[in-house]
C-alpha cells in the first residue's frame, strides 16, 4: 500500500488521509506549475483569494424506508442491523451515510428520533 513498510502503514483511513494531505502540501512546494512561473502552492495560495467561502458541509446520505422487525431488527441490502427496542414493529427510515447507517423514526409530536 504506497510503498509502506509493514510497521509505518497508517493505523487507520483517517490517518491514511492525514498523511497524504501533508505529502502533498509538501510536494506542492517543490513541483513547477507548469504554465506559470512559481510552485504549485505559490499558485495555489495566489488563486486561494479569489475563492468563495465554503458552504456548511452536504449531509449525503441514500434514504430508505423499512419495517422494523418484531426482534428490532431491520434489513438492508442482505445484513440486518439491530435498532433500539422502541423502534420495534414501526416503520422507519434508514439514512445510509459512506461511514455509517442511521435509522430514524418518526415520534408521536412528528420529531424525528434518531438512534444513539
Known amino acids: ?6 510497521d509505518e502503514r497508517p493505523a487507520s483511513l483517517e490517518a491514511l488521509n492525514d498523511w497524504l494531505e501533508q505529502r ?3 510536494l506542492w512546494q517543490q513541483i513547477p506549475h507548469g ?15 479569489f475563492l468563495m467561502p465554503m ?8 434514504e430508505y424506508t423499512k419495517r422494523v422487525s418484531p ?5 438492508l441490502e442482505r445484513n440486518r442491523y439491530s435498532v433500539p427496542a ?3 414493529n414501526r416503520p422507519v427510515s434508514l439514512r ?8 430514524l ?4 409530536g412528528l420529531r424525528w428520533m434518531t438512534a444513539r
Not at 1 to 6: A, D, E, H, Q, T
Not at 35 to 49: H, M, S
Not at 96 to 103: D, F, Q, S, T, W
Open 1 to 6: 500500500m504506497l510503498g509502506f513498510s509493514s
Open 24 to 26: 502533498c502540501r509538501a
Open 35 to 49: 504554465l506559470r512561473p512559481g510552485t504549485i502552492e505559490d499558485i495555489r495560495a495566489e488563486e486561494a483569494r
Open 55 to 62: 458552504p456548511r458541509l452536504f449531509d449525503g446520505f441514500v
Open 71 to 75: 426482534t428490532c431488527l431491520v434489513h
Open 86 to 88: 422502541s423502534f420495534a
Open 96 to 103: 445510509v451515510y459512506p461511514e455509517r447507517i442511521a435509522p
Open 105 to 108: 423514526r418518526r415520534a408521536p
